[in-house]
């Protein structure tokens, strides 16, 4: 079964570096995510890409994060600057349509998660 | 108001028994929903689309109100592999855009 697969599982970096976390969606998807979800708390959406552009981006997901395909495979999120308040779980997600094309094709697949910890 | 509410729980209960969640949300634009469950410090897996009509999946059946506002899963038939904890996701459109709105998410322990 096809599945989203993430890079590290773990990253530990300190407070002001650039991070990188890599994605691989599922092959036949064309809409990707990125969330986060701190310790304990719910999981927050931050940003949707297709077709090489950001579609939508809340409110999070402000001027230090960036989001790329780099290739024809993986699926990026850069932190530029990080902060301890960046520490968390980092989820990316594909799926094979936007809500629009319908609910089965709107349908998200997680990846098993990078855990970032900013010191 | 919170635009997705659900009860944190826990909600404990038996091998074999049937258990409801329900899921508030609070923007009437709120156009697709889902559930998915999520076991400790794992990713979010689906479990379940909600449809209009209503669906059912094995044990699993999820419901939704857009009168009142809410969608329901319930399991019947619990097993100790049920324990998680049970997410609800509603997509809000909003001017084209479609924006992914998770609930906290209700623990499920069942036991022997």
């Known amino acids: 079964e096809p599945e989203v697969t993430q890079t590290p599982s773990h990253q530990v970096t300190q407070m002001g570096q650039e991070v990188i976390l890599r994605c691989v969606p599922i092959?036949?998807?064309?809409?990707f995510y990125w969330y986060r979800q701190i310790l304990g708390q719910k999981v927050e959406f931050l940003v949707s890409?297709?077709?090489?552009?950001?579609?939508?981006k809340s409110e999070i997901f402000d001027d230090q994060f960036s989001v790329e395909r780099p290739d024809g495979s993986n699926f990026t999120l850069k932190i530029r600057s990080t902060k301890l308040e960046d520490s968390a779980m980092y989820f990316c997600a594909s799926s094979r349509g936007s809500a629009g094309a319908g609910t089965t094709d709107y349908e998200q697949y997680f990846g098993p998660g990078t855990r970032l910890t900013v010191t | 108001r919170k635009e997705v509410e659900q009860d944190p729980g826990p909600f404990n209960v038996p091998e074999g028994a049937t258990v409801a969640f329900n899921c508030t949300y609070s923007?009437?634009?709120?156009?697709?929903f889902f559930w998915y469950r999520q076991d400790c410090r794992k990713e979010p897996k689906l479990l379940m689309s909600v449809y209009s009509s209503g669906n059912e999946d094995g044990r699993f059946t999820a419901q939704l109100n857009r009168a009142s506002q809410y969608i329901s899963l319930l399991i019947r038939d619990s097993k100790l592999s049920d324990s998680a904890t049970y997410l609800c996701v509603v997509i809000v459109s909003s001017g084209g855009s479609y924006i992914p709105t998770f609930g906290r998410g209700t623990s499920l322990i069942v036991h022997p």
């Open positions: 890409f297709y077709n090489n552009e950001i579609s939508e």
């Open positions: 092959s036949n998807h064309l809409y």
């Open positions: 923007n009437s634009a709120s156009q697709s």
